[in-house]
């Protein structure tokens, strides 16, 4: 046991050392994707990724193209395309469980219509939103904390 702690610790040192700029990741990115970049300062762009150099990124926004120095950026976010998809799988689960929630219950659909069919509507709804709450957003970059003001 620790022989293998002491080659993890020889290891981890040399591996943050030799670890290519973060920055080299955003070369992952494709023309047009969807992303958000946010700055030192707090404020944040969403638009399609356009290109990264070695000195900014540039994005295009619904007014025009926009590059940011490398010195300015936070971070840079991937919005992935699961939103929809966990938006409508939350709707289905949240629909299914109203249904199940009245069945349940033992309302009558025939004495209570109305209920028994607002009811999974709104679960339905709720999941929907939490659904896409949920969704995870990928951070393709993140500037070392000392570049980071807050």
Same mark, same amino acid.
């Given at each position: ?49 356009? /290109? ?6 540039? +994005?295009?926004?619904?007014? *025009? !193209?926009?590059?940011? =120095?490398?010195?300015? @950026? ?43 069919? /607002? ?6 709804? +709720?999941?929907?939103?939490? *659904? !896409?709450?949920?969704? =995870?957003?990928?951070? @393709? ?10």
């Amino acid at each position: 046991m620790k022989r293998l702690a002491v080659l993890l610790l020889g290891i981890l040192p040399v591996s943050v050392l030799c670890a290519k700029d973060k920055w080299d990741s955003l070369r992952k990115l494709k023309a047009g994707e969807k992303i958000q970049v946010t700055q030192v300062d707090g404020i944040t762009h969403e638009g399609r990724f356009r /290109e990264a150099t070695a000195e900014n990124i540039t +994005l295009a926004l619904p007014g *025009g !193209e926009m590059a940011i =120095p490398k010195a300015e @950026v936070a971070f840079v976010a991937r919005w992935p395309h699961l939103k929809k998809i966990n938006r409508d799988i939350g709707g289905v689960i949240g629909l299914i469980a109203g249904i199940g929630l009245i069945a349940a219950s033992g309302v009558d659909a025939g004495t209570c219509p109305s209920q028994s069919g /607002e009811f999974p509507v709104a679960t339905g709804q +709720l999941g929907a939103w939490i *659904g !896409e709450k949920v969704s =995870p957003t990928w951070v @393709v970059y993140r500037a070392p904390k000392a570049a980071v003001k807050r």
